[in-house]
C-alpha cells in the first residue's frame, strides 16, 4: 500500500479473497439492482459478468490512449444518474493505457461534484517503477482501491488487499462477513510474510523482467500496437 502511496489507517483496509471477490462484496454491499457504474468501453470482462449477475447497468465512455475522457464521463452525469465507476488505471485490461495524474485528477474532480462511489482496480499496477499518485489521494471519501496479489506474486495466493472510505465500513465489514465468513488464515499470513521478508518485491522484479522481455517479442512482430513496456495487453 505505501507503494502505490495509499494512506489509510488499519480500520479502513479489509483482506478479501482475492480482487475479484472485492468486486462482488463492493457491488453487492454499496450498489443496488439498476444502479449505473460508468466504466470505459473495453473493460475487465469478469466485471462486466459481476454486474449483469446483480442487474446493475454499465454505462460505457468513450476514452482515449489514457482511459476515460472527463468531458464525457461529465456530460453522461448531467444526463442520467450514475453511482459510481470502475476503473483500472494502471496497464488497462483489455486496453493496456495507463492513466496520467493529470487525467485522475480530473476525474477525482467530476467523481467529487457528482457524488459517485470509484472503483479502482490496481491489479496491475506493480508493473509500475514509479506510480503516481492514486486516485484516492485526490478523492478519498469516494474511492475503494483493491491490490491484488494473484498477478504480482503468485496466482494461487487469493489475498486482496480493499481500502475504503470510513462511510462505507461497516457495510463493507457486514458484506465480507456474509459472503466469505473469514479469508483464509494461511494465504494472509503466507501473503504477509513474502511481503515483509522482502520476497515479493524479489518476484514482482522477476515478473517485470520477464514482462519486458515479452513486450520486446510483441514488437517484433506487432510494433505498431506495442505501445506500452510492461503490460499484459495491448
Known amino acids: 500500500m505505501a507503494h502505490f502511496s495509499i494512506d489509510v489507517s488499519q480500520s479502513n483496509i479489509a483482506i478479501t479473497a482475492g480482487a475479484q471477490n472485492a468486486l462482488a462484496i463492493l457491488l453487492l454491499t454499496l450498489f443496488r439492482p439498476g444502479d449505473k457504474i460508468a466504466t470505459d468501453h473495453y473493460t475487465y470482462a469478469n466485471f462486466i459478468e459481476l454486474a449483469n449477475l446483480m442487474q446493475i447497468r454499465l454505462v460505457p465512455i468513450s476514452g482515449d490512449k489514457e482511459g476515460i475522457l472527463p468531458d464525457v464521463l461529465e456530460n453522461h452525469c448531467r444526463l442520467q444518474q450514475l453511482n459510481g465507476i470502475y476503473l483500472v488505471p494502471n496497464y488497462h485490461n483489455p486496453t493496456g493505457h495507463i492513466m496520467s495524474q493529470s487525467r485522475k485528477e480530473a476525474l477525482a474532480a467530476i467523481i467529487r461534484k457528482y457524488q459517485l462511489l470509484a472503483i479502482k482496480d490496481d491489479i496491475y499496477g506493480f508493473l509500475l517503477e514509479k506510480p503516481t499518485l ?44 456474509n459472503v466469505n465468513v473469514k479469508t483464509a488464515s494461511l494465504n494472509s499470513e503466507t501473503a504477509g510474510e513474502l511481503i515483509y521478508s522482502g520476497t515479493a518485491q524479489k518476484i514482482i522484479q522477476q515478473k517485470r ?23 499484459f495487453s495491448l
Open 134 to 177: 492514486p486516485l484516492a489521494h485526490f478523492a478519498p471519501d469516494h474511492t475503494c482501491y483493491i491490490c491484488s496479489l494473484s498477478k504480482s506474486i503468485c496466482s494461487g495466493l487469493r489475498i486482496a488487499y480493499l481500502t475504503f472510505p470510513t462511510r462505507f465500513a461497516a457495510d463493507i465489514r457486514r458484506g465480507i462477513y
Open 209 to 231: 523482467i520477464e514482462a519486458a522481455a515479452r513486450s520486446e517479442i510483441c514488437k517484433s512482430y506487432f510494433p505498431e500496437i506495442a505501445a506500452q513496456t510492461l503490460g
